[in-house]
C-alpha cells in the first residue's frame, strides 16, 4: 500500500513498530470528534505498510457502547478520499472493530466514509464526513462514536423463599426456533437473526413460584433493525407453608368500572396487598397504564385475621363492550412477599348488586364529610367507597378527576366513615362526588355516585 496508490484490502499482520505509528489508550480519553494536529510519539495501528512513512496521518478509532455480549460486527470498512482529485489519494481499508487505523496522507481535505456495523449499531456522528489535515501537522485523530443494542435481550429476576436456580427458555419467530437455560437472574442476547414477531415461553418455573412480569411466561414482541427488544421475566418464589390462597374471587365491570370481591386465608394471618389488573386472559395487560397495586390490609378492618374479605373498584371509563371477553386478573401477597398464583377471571357476568334504599354523601361541616346508606336486600355482603376530587389534587394532572378511595378493602357492614377534611388533606371545595359500589354476596356490584355533597 502507498501513499498515492488506491489500494484495497485487509489491516496486514502487525510490523515492526515505528516511531510516531502506535496510537494506544492515550488517543481513546481524547474528546469525542476532535481532530488534533500534533505530535503523538508512538504510534501502532493498521495502515500502509509498505515501509516508514512520514507525517502527515488520519488515524481513526472506534468507541463502541455496548452491552456485553451484544454483536458488534467483525470486519469495518474505511474509505479516506482526497476530495479535490489532484492528490489521488483514495484508500479503502477493512480491518477489525477495535482496530486502530493509520493512514500515510498530505495535507489536504479528506473525505472518510464508514460502514460494517450491524444493524443493531448506529454511527453516532454518521457514516460520512470531512476532515481537514493542516500543513506541517503530524496526525488529525478521529474517534468514531458506536453504539450498540442486542435485538434481544433476554433476563430473568428471581427472589423469595426456595427460588428456581435455572429456567428453560424456548425462542421461536421467523426462521427461528432456539432453546436454552437461563440462571436465576440472568441476562442473554441474542442477535444475528431476521426481524419479525417473536415469543419466548419461560418453562421449568416449579410451583411455588410465580412468573409476575405483565405477560407471564410467555412474552410476544417485534424485532426490528435498530434492536433494543426486552423480554424480561420477574419470578417470584415462596414458602407453601405460609402464602396466602384465594377462597373466592368474582369480578364484573359496567358503567366504565371494575368491581371485585375475593375472600384470601394466610396461615400468619399476613396479607398485605395485592395486584389487580385486566388482562388478555392469557396474562397480558390490555389496559395502557398496567395493573394497580393497592397496599394496607394489614390495617384497618381486615388486619390480623386469617381470611380477609376485600370489595373493591377500579374506575376506568373504558366503554362496557371494549373489555367483554376480557379477564380482570388478582393476585395476593403477605408482608414478606409470599404470593398466590396469578387468578383471571372472565369478564361478563355483568348483574347488577343490591340497590340501597338510601345512599347520601354530604359535608357536616368544612371540616368533615359523611356517608349514610341503607340496604335492605338480604344478599347485601359489602360496600367500597371512593371520592372524585379536584384534577391535580391526588395525582398528576391529566385532564381528568382524581380518583381516592377510602380504604383498600371496604367495608363488609354499613357504618361507614366520616372523612376528615382539611389539615393537610384536601379541603372540601377540592370534593366533587361520592362514589359507592354495593356488593351481594356472589360478587355482584352496584355503582351509585352522589354528586351533591351539600345536601
Known amino acids: 500500500m502507498t501513499t498515492n496508490a488506491a489500494p484495497e ?76 482529485g489532484q492528490l489521488h489519494i483514495d484508500k479503502t481499508i477493512t480491518a477489525g472493530p477495535y482496530d486502530t487505523i493509520i493512514v500515510p496522507v498530505k495535507p489536504a481535505t479528506y473525505k472518510i466514509t464508514l460502514s460494517g456495523a450491524p444493524r443493531q449499531c448506529r454511527y453516532q456522528g454518521g457514516t460520512e464526513y470531512y476532515l481537514l489535515v493542516p500543513e506541517n501537522s503530524n496526525t488529525a485523530l478521529v474517534r468514531n ?26 425462542l421461536t419467530g421467523p426462521s427461528t426456533d432456539r432453546s436454552g437455560i437461563l440462571s436465576a437472574n440472568d441476562t442473554l ?54 402464602r396466602p390462597r384465594v377462597l373466592f374471587f368474582q369480578s364484573s365491570y359496567h358503567q366504565g368500572a371494575s368491581g371485585f370481591m375475593l375472600k384470601a386465608t394466610d396461615p400468619n394471618r399476613d396479607i398485605e396487598r395485592y395486584y389487580w389488573d385486566i388482562t388478555d386472559c392469557a396474562g397480558k395487560s390490555v389496559l395502557p397504564g398496567g395493573g394497580r397495586l393497592r397496599r394496607g390490609l394489614t390495617q384497618g378492618p381486615t388486619s390480623g385475621l386469617d381470611t380477609v374479605t376485600v370489595f373493591g373498584a377500579i374506575e376506568l371509563g373504558l366503554p362496557d363492550a371494549s373489555l367483554q371477553g376480557k379477564c380482570t386478573s388478582i393476585r395476593v401477597v403477605d408482608e414478606y412477599g409470599n404470593t398466590t398464583p ?12 343490591p340497590v340501597p334504599t ?25 360496600v367500597f367507597l371512593a371520592a372524585t376530587l379536584r384534577d391535580g389534587v391526588l395525582f398528576p394532572p391529566d385532564g381528568q378527576p382524581d380518583v381516592g378511595v377510602y380504604n383498600a378493602v371496604g367495608y363488609s357492614d354499613l357504618l361507614l366513615p366520616t372523612v376528615p377534611l382539611g389539615g393537610g388533606r384536601p379541603p372540601y371545595y377540592d370534593y366533587y362526588s361520592v362514589i359507592a359500589y354495593v356488593f351481594d354476596t356472589a360478587g355482584n356490584f352496584t355503582r351509585l355516585e352522589d354528586n351533591d355533597l351539600f345536601h
Open 145 to 170: 462514536q458506536i453504539s450498540c443494542q442486542s435485538l434481544i435481550t433476554m433476563s430473568t429476576a428471581t427472589d423469595g423463599s426456595l427460588p428456581d436456580a435455572a429456567y428453560v427458555y424456548h
Open 9 to 84: 484490502g485487509r489491516c496486514p499482520p502487525a510490523a515492526p513498530e515505528h516511531p510516531g505509528r502506535r496510537l494506544g489508550r492515550f488517543a481513546a480519553k481524547l474528546v469525542p470528534w476532535v481532530l488534533v494536529a500534533s505530535v503523538l510519539f508512538g504510534i501502532s495501528g493498521c495502515g500502509d505498510a509498505t515501509g516508514p512513512s512520514q507525517p502527515p496521518y488520519i488515524a481513526i478509532i472506534n468507541q463502541f457502547s455496548a452491552a456485553p455480549g451484544t454483536d458488534i460486527g467483525s470486519v469495518y470498512t474505511y474509505r479516506v478520499t482526497e476530495i479535490s
Open 189 to 242: 442476547r441474542i442477535d444475528e437473526i431476521p426481524p419479525g414477531t417473536y415469543t419466548v415461553d419461560l418453562d421449568h418455573v416449579s410451583a411455588n413460584c410465580v412468573v409476575t412480569n405483565d405477560g407471564g411466561s410467555r412474552l410476544q414482541f417485534a424485532i426490528a433493525d435498530s434492536g433494543g427488544t426486552t423480554a424480561d421475566f420477574r419470578i417470584s418464589c415462596s414458602d407453601e407453608t405460609a
Open 358 to 382: 338510601q345512599f347520601n354523601a354530604q359535608f357536616i361541616n368544612t371540616a368533615q364529610l359523611g356517608t349514610t346508606m341503607q340496604v335492605t336486600d338480604p344478599k347485601f355482603a359489602g
Open 342 to 353: 396469578v387468578i383471571e377471571e372472565l369478564i361478563g357476568n355483568e348483574a347488577a348488586g
